[in-house]
C-alpha cells in the first residue's frame, strides 16, 4: 500500500509537534496533500476511474476547510504551512 502507517508517523513528525500528534491542523493538511499528490498521479494513468475521481474532490474539499479553519485562526502557521508544503502556486 502506498501509505504505510510508518510513512503516516513521518508526515506528522515533519509537520506536526510530534509523531503522535495526528490531531493538528498542520499535520492533517500534509497528510492530505500527500493523498491528493498520490490519487493524481494515480488519474493521469486511469482516466475513467470516476470513484478515485470522486475521493480526490473530497479529499481537496477537506484540506480547503482546514486551510480556511488556519487561515482565521493562525495566520502565521497557515503561511507556514502554504510555504512548507508548495500550495498556492
Known amino acids: 500500500m502506498y501509505l504505510t502507517t ?3 508517523a513521518e508526515i506528522f513528525a515533519k509537520h506536526g509537534k510530534s509523531a503522535q500528534d495526528t490531531g493538528s491542523a498542520e499535520g492533517q493538511i500534509a497528510l492530505f496533500t500527500f493523498r491528493i499528490n498520490h490519487l493524481s498521479q494515480h488519474l493521469k494513468a486511469n482516466r ?3 470513484n478515485t475521481e470522486r475521493s480526490l474532490v473530497k479529499l481537496v474539499g477537506k484540506r480547503k476547510s482546514l486551510l ?3 487561515k482565521k485562526k493562525d495566520i502565521e502557521r497557515y503561511r507556514a504551512i502554504i510555504a512548507e508544503l508548495g500550495l498556492r502556486k
Request: charged residues 55%; hydrophobic residues 20%; negative net charge.
Open 6 to 8: 510508518e510513512k503516516k
Open 48 to 50: 475513467h476511474d470516476f
Open 68 to 70: 480556511d479553519y488556519l
